[in-house]
């Protein structure tokens, strides 16, 4: 862990400049909000029903009343929850491949199926939490992006 969170805060990561990439998109869903959806893991975890009403009124395909009545937004929270989705056989086996350095299994992508908010407490110290802190209020500070 020490030497994944030293090389993300150095910005080496195989998924390149994470905050700049949360800063890019973040200004332009501000810019055009009709064309960008910006969404925080904390907001899709607390009310992923109300996630899933924001997402279809950006692809501005509305629910019809039937729908609405019949809870096609719940069906669609049950579908994509965790158990759901890591029963599925494709999600059993395979992967991703990585680049030439193999291949990604498709069980990274999913880790306890729990929500937890403040999770980072149990895998970083406290040292790396303030450090992580002050990297995020300094590559944040003055956008108006917070996490």
Same mark, same amino acid.
């Given at each position: 862990?020490?030497?994944?969170?030293?090389?993300?805060?150095?910005?080496?990561?195989?998924?390149?400049?994470?905050?700049?990439?949360?800063?890019?998109?973040?200004?332009?869903?501000?810019?055009?909000?009709?064309?960008?959806?910006?969404?925080?893991?904390?907001?899709?975890?607390?009310?992923?029903?109300?996630? !899933?009403?924001?997402?279809?009124?950006?692809?501005? !395909?509305?629910?019809?009343?039937?729908?609405?009545?019949?809870?096609?937004?719940?069906?669609? %929270?049950?579908?994509?929850?965790?158990?759901?989705?890591?029963?599925?056989?494709?999600?059993? !086996?395979?992967?991703?491949?990585?680049?030439?350095?193999?291949?990604?299994?498709?069980?990274?992508?999913?880790?306890?199926?729990? %929500?937890?908010?403040?999770?980072?407490?149990?895998?970083?110290?406290?040292?790396?939490?303030?450090?992580?802190?002050?990297? %995020?209020?300094?590559?944040?500070?003055?956008?108006?992006?917070?996490?």
């Amino acid at each position: 862990m020490d030497g994944s969170f030293s090389m993300f805060c150095e910005r080496f990561s195989p998924y390149g400049p994470f905050w700049d990439h949360c800063l890019e998109y973040w200004r332009e869903s501000v810019a055009r909000p009709d064309s960008v959806l910006f969404l925080k893991y904390e907001e899709i975890m607390s009310d992923l029903a109300q996630v !899933v009403r924001k997402l279809v009124k950006f692809l501005r !395909v509305p629910p019809t009343e039937e729908e609405e009545s019949s809870g096609v937004a719940q069906e669609v %929270v049950r579908l994509c929850s965790f158990e759901t989705l890591t029963s599925l056989q494709v999600n059993q !086996v395979g992967g991703i491949r990585h680049g030439d350095s193999g291949s990604i299994g498709s069980s990274a992508f999913y880790r306890k199926g729990e %929500v937890q908010v403040g999770d980072w407490a149990n895998h970083m110290s406290h040292e790396m939490g303030d450090k992580f802190n002050r990297i %995020v209020q300094h590559k944040l500070e003055g956008s108006g992006l917070v996490f």
